[in-house]
């Protein structure tokens, strides 16, 4: 997978360099908007990371453009500026993915995934781990054979999990999902969730499934 | 011409013009005496008493001069204090909101028409400090983010780092959680600058009030388990207002994790959302340990938390109500924080009803 990064920030670049390179993604860099659009569109990339505010040419006008000319590699923008504002027009320019900093690199990666996922496999209809089964559309969940009921809410938030195939989720990935929050809502609901969920899916089975992992957010995995 | 000179001016022109009558008058009486001795010899001097003629003399020339000075003066006193009344009025209307519209000026160079000139800049100066202070925090909290986020990364590669010793992981899970701490709290202040600076979204779409308030008993029911909080929705109406669905939900949570925060065990949170013509009013009450008298009025201020032998245990930021609030306003609507009987807090949300 060969990601192209735009980004002037050099610390920040080297971050999300590093970060990408260490999950096997091949890293290609540039630092303002003008060589990013020419690179984008005179190679063949798997996704874009676009930072918005870039010397040159800004990070909108970088996707407008690319889009203009018919490209549809997804791209991921990144800002420091306002969140809601800045994600519609982000998104209108024609971007795929908005993430406003400051982000945890397992958040961007997490989305990173899912956007490359869209681009190739359908979603499955049942998602599995152990003897766990979820079904994406009746939302019907067994553990061993044995039916659970699962809240809305719940279900949401282990079709989150499992859709993470083992990898950390943010506390804040899971608000954006379950609740839909674009907002730090200041409150320990997605521990108390958490909890909820453990105490349904996880009580009286071995292995345990869902894990903390301290400062970082929760994974649904065999071993730690 | 100054106010000074104005009166100046008004006094000696009435005492010169009452002078004037004055030493006319008596020129006539001293003719009309001397004539009449003239002709009559000192008997019909005689008859003229000098005590009338003093006192003719101080009704006709000094009277319309005493009118003058009162009704005239106190119609130009009038005048002159008007632009003070202007002032003060202008004075009583002047908000951190409207330091940008200057105070009307009479213009004709008086102390008063520089006075305004002068409380004008004074404005202008006081906005302009005002606006650098906004923009400061918004700026702040604009360039924390970029290196959070380099901190928090290189935290995280850290941890995923399998030659990092793993006495020092427990070190760097604290400084992530600190992290997100800080994230969270600039954030928050970004949120409140852009507020301050009027530039929160104003509210688009009809929001079903009565969805989010039952999705937030659902919410609270779990937050508030682990302290066997009972929690009850008195009224549920069906409510539309006009706002922002995201904005409001926010504005709920706040409310209710509130509630819960700063409530004890076997306590109670209880809702109830009601419309009128007018208003949509969403109230929300908890048992709990009341804010002391002293902070009651302080309750929307940032960063303010009840008192040390309470707050100790509470976490937050202490920014949530003043957000809150920011998130009223902007939708027009109030927010009104009360103590009732029973040392309860109650929080009351008053937005204008949508059609």
């Known amino acids: 997978m060969h990601v192209l990064i735009v980004e002037d920030d050099p610390k920040t670049a080297a971050l999300l360099t590093s970060a990408l390179r260490q999950e096997e993604f091949e890293v290609s860099l540039v630092a303002d908007g003008e060589s990013g659009l020419q690179r984008a569109l005179g190679e063949v990339f798997d996704?874009?990371?676009?930072?918005?505010?870039?010397?040159?040419?800004?990070?909108?006008?970088?996707?407008?453009?690319?889009?203009?000319?018919?490209?549809t590699t997804p791209v991921i923008m990144l800002s420091a500026r306002g969140e809601v504002e800045q994600r519609v027009e982000g998104l209108n320019a024609g971007?795929?993915?908005?993430?406003?900093?400051?982000?945890?690199?397992?958040?961007?990666?997490?989305?990173?995934?899912?956007?490359?996922?869209?681009?190739?496999?359908?979603?499955?209809?049942?998602?599995?781990?152990?003897?766990?089964?979820?079904?994406?559309?009746?939302?019907?969940?067994?553990?061993?054979?044995?039916?659970?009921?699962?809240s809305s809410r719940e279900s949401l938030l282990l079709e989150c999990l499992l859709r993470a195939e083992g990898r950390v989720v943010s506390r804040r990935d899971i608000i954006v999902s379950v609740w839909e929050y674009d907002f730090d809502p200041g409150t320990n609901l997605v521990d108390v969730y958490v909890r909820r969920l453990r105490e349904k899916i996880d009580r009286d089975h071995t292995p345990t499934l869902i894990q903390t992992v301290r400062g970082l957010g929760y994974a649904l995995r065999l071993q730690p | 011409m100054t106010l000074r000179r104005r009166i100046l001016f008004y006094y000696a022109a009435t005492l010169s013009v009452s002078l004037v009558i004055v030493a006319f008058w008596s020129w006539f009486e001293f003719n009309e005496q001397r004539d009449a001795a003239l002709r009559g010899g000192a008997e019909a001097a005689l008859k003229h008493n000098p005590l009338v003629e003093t006192v003719e003399i101080i009704l006709l020339g000094g009277l319309p001069a005493l009118l003058l000075g009162i009704i005239g003066g106190s119609l130009l006193m009038r005048r002159a204090l008007?632009?003070?009344?202007?002032?003060?009025?202008?004075?009583?209307?002047?908000?951190?909101?409207?330091?940008?519209?200057?105070?009307?000026?009479?213009?004709?160079?008086?102390?008063?028409?520089?006075?305004?000139?002068?409380?004008?800049?004074?404005?202008?100066?006081?906005?302009?400090?005002?606006?650098?202070?906004?923009?400061?925090?918004?700026?702040?909290?604009?360039?924390?983010?970029?290196?959070?986020?380099?901190?928090?990364?290189?935290?995280?590669?850290?941890?995923?780092?399998?030659?990092?010793?793993?006495?020092?992981?427990?070190?760097?899970?604290?400084?992530?959680?600190e992290v997100q701490r800080l994230s969270s709290i600039v954030g928050q202040l970004a949120f409140l600058a852009k507020a301050d600076a009027g530039l929160l979204e104003t509210p688009h779409g009809t929001v079903a009030l009565h969805d989010l308030v039952r999705d937030l008993v659902e919410d609270l029911t779990l937050l508030s388990a682990a302290q066997n909080i009972s929690i009850t929705l008195d009224a549920c109406q069906s409510t539309h207002v006009n706002g922002d669905r995201m904005r409001l939900r926010q504005l709920l949570l706040i409310l209710g994790d509130n509630a819960v925060k700063h409530n004890h065990k076997?306590?109670?949170?209880?809702?109830?959302?009601?419309?009128?013509?007018?208003?949509?009013?969403?109230?929300?009450?908890?048992?709990?340990?009341?804010?002391?008298?002293?902070?009651?009025?302080?309750v929307f201020e940032r960063f303010l938390r009840g008192d040390a032998s309470h707050s100790s245990t509470v976490e937050g930021s202490g920014l949530g109500l003043s957000i809150a609030e920011s998130i009223a306003k902007s939708h027009r609507g109030t927010l009104v924080f009360e103590v009732i009987e029973g040392d309860r807090t109650q929080l009351t949300l008053s937005l204008p009803s949508g059609h």
């Open chain 2, 82 to 177: 008007r632009p003070i009344e202007e002032l003060t009025e202008a004075l009583e209307k002047t908000t951190a909101s409207n330091l940008a519209e200057p105070v009307a000026r009479s213009g004709n160079g008086d102390e008063l028409d520089r006075m305004s000139a002068v409380f004008n800049g004074m404005k202008e100066r006081l906005g302009t400090s005002f606006t650098q202070a906004r923009e400061f925090t918004l700026h702040a909290s604009h360039e924390l983010k970029t290196p959070l986020t380099i901190l928090h990364g290189t935290l995280e590669q850290m941890m995923g780092d399998t030659t990092t010793p793993t006495a020092h992981r427990e070190r760097i899970t604290s400084m992530l959680e």
């Open chain 1, 47 to 71: 996704a874009l990371l676009v930072d918005i505010m870039l010397p040159k040419r800004n990070g909108l006008s970088l996707v407008r453009e690319l889009r203009h000319q018919g490209r």
């Open chain 1, 95 to 150: 971007a795929d993915d908005y993430l406003p900093k400051p982000f945890a690199m397992s958040e961007l990666l997490a989305r990173l995934r899912s956007l490359l996922r869209r681009n190739v496999v359908h979603k499955a209809a049942v998602l599995a781990l152990a003897d766990l089964t979820y079904d994406v559309g009746t939302r019907e969940t067994r553990r061993a054979g044995k039916r659970i009921e699962l």
């Open chain 2, 266 to 298: 076997y306590g109670s949170i209880t809702l109830a959302l009601h419309q009128d013509e007018a208003h949509v009013t969403f109230r929300i009450t908890n048992t709990g340990p009341a804010l002391p008298p002293d902070l009651r009025s302080r």
